[in-house]
């Protein structure tokens, strides 16, 4: 079983839509994270779980809600969302978040918002 | 405040020349890790080397090596004898026990002809 995996690969939706992404990883880590890579810009850190809890939101708008029910899998629920919002959604899992620990990823989501 | 610089933006090599891909950092914490990650076309980050603050010797992985110099704040990446498979973003990341999240840099896409 591939380390994180992330559902779906690509996706296409118009800025009413709701949509879901999904992450899962079968690590056994207890900390994950959703990264968005923008073209020409560096990865930006969105959100930040660590044993189910929240502890890190990085000025995200709330068009963007992200749901973890248990340390394997993490959601990035998406709602009216902006064009500028087209991106690679990257998912990423460590065994803590202490600064130590490699953080694996996953091969991202590719949104297009339209 | 931590920084991750990569100057080079694009790199493009021929086949088996021999590449050094640029990373200095700014941290004012004493213990810190370096890590190199490889982005191909298919988007995953895979992670290639991490380092920590205390350990400067250099590491040889195959045909991948690493510099790592305090005084210089830097952890070069060099390919020796390129190969098209190499054609990838190259992404230089930092974390430090002052900060909570990793830093990345704007990555480095290196081109390799056949």
């Known amino acids: 079983e591939t380390g994180v995996t992330q559902t779906p690969r690509h996706l296409v939706m118009g800025m009413t839509n709701k949509k879901s992404l999904k992450c899962e990883q079968h690590?056994?880590?207890?900390?994950m994270y959703w990264y968005k890579q923008s073209a020409k810009k560096p990865l930006e850190l969105m959100f930040v779980?660590?044993?189910?809890?929240?502890?890190e939101n990085n000025s995200v708008p709330s068009r963007f809600s992200p749901e973890c029910p248990n340390s394997s899998h993490l959601f990035l629920h998406l709602h009216t969302l902006q064009p500028e919002d087209s991106a690679l959604y990257l998912c990423?899992?460590?065994?803590?978040?202490?600064?130590?620990?490699?953080?694996?990823f996953g091969p991202g989501t590719r949104l297009l918002v339209l | 405040a931590q920084k991750v610089t990569q100057a080079q933006t694009e790199i493009s090599v021929v086949e088996k020349e021999d590449v050094t891909l640029d990373c200095v950092y700014e941290?004012?914490?004493?213990?810190?890790?370096l890590f190199w990650y490889k982005q191909p076309p298919s988007g995953e980050l895979v992670f290639l080397i991490r380092?920590?603050?205390?350990?400067?010797q250099n590491e040889i992985s195959g045909r991948y090596s690493w510099n790592f110099q305090k005084s210089t704040s830097s952890f070069n990446f060099t390919i020796t004898a390129s190969q098209v498979v190499d054609s990838a973003v190259y992404f230089c990341a930092l974390s430090s026990t002052g900060g909570f999240k990793t830093i990345f840099g704007a990555g480095t896409r290196l081109f390799v002809k056949a």
């Open positions: 990423a899992s460590s065994q803590s978040v202490a600064p130590v620990e490699t953080q694996y």
């Open positions: 690590l056994g880590h207890n900390a």
């Open positions: 779980y660590n044993f189910k809890e929240q502890t």
């Open positions: 380092r920590n603050s205390f350990d400067e």
């Open positions: 941290t004012r914490d004493t213990t810190y890790y």
